[in-house]
């Protein structure tokens, strides 16, 4: 099973894990399974795992209001792990690209830095 760490600011904050805490206890619910399953099973593909491009994959959830949650990640090969550098509600059919040039530039930040995730 490979290990979890998401990003955080410079100055500290978590907010992807702040955005996952956002969500109802059923929502948090799906999306936990589903992370678990990634983490167990990665490199894995659809219907819950997608490559994204530029080494960005999305977990796709399917929450019980209706609406589609996504994890952005990529695979950290110094650290072996899935680092989840965005999250967000899907409100369109593809993936917004303002979401995915942020979760970019976030593993940017990330591996430059090497500290940004944890």
Do not use: W
Not at 24 to 52: N, T, Y
């Amino acid at each position: 099973m490979h290990k979890v760490l998401f990003y955080q600011t410079p100055s500290g904050n978590k907010v992807v894990l702040d955005f996952i805490r956002s969500l109802s206890h059923e929502e948090k619910k799906v999306v936990g399974e589903d992370l678990k399953a990634v983490q167990i099973g990665f490199p894995m593909g659809l219907p819950l795992c997608r490559p994204v491009g530029d080494g960005l994959y999305e977990i796709r959830s399917s929450l019980p209001s209706k609406r589609e949650f996504r994890l952005i990640f990529f695979f950290d090969r110094q650290r072996q792990c899935l680092a989840v550098m965005h999250a967000l509600i899907k409100k369109t059919s593809k993936l917004p690209k303002a979401d995915l040039e942020l979760a970019r530039k976030r593993r940017d930040e990330a591996l430059r830095k090497g500290s940004q995730h944890g």
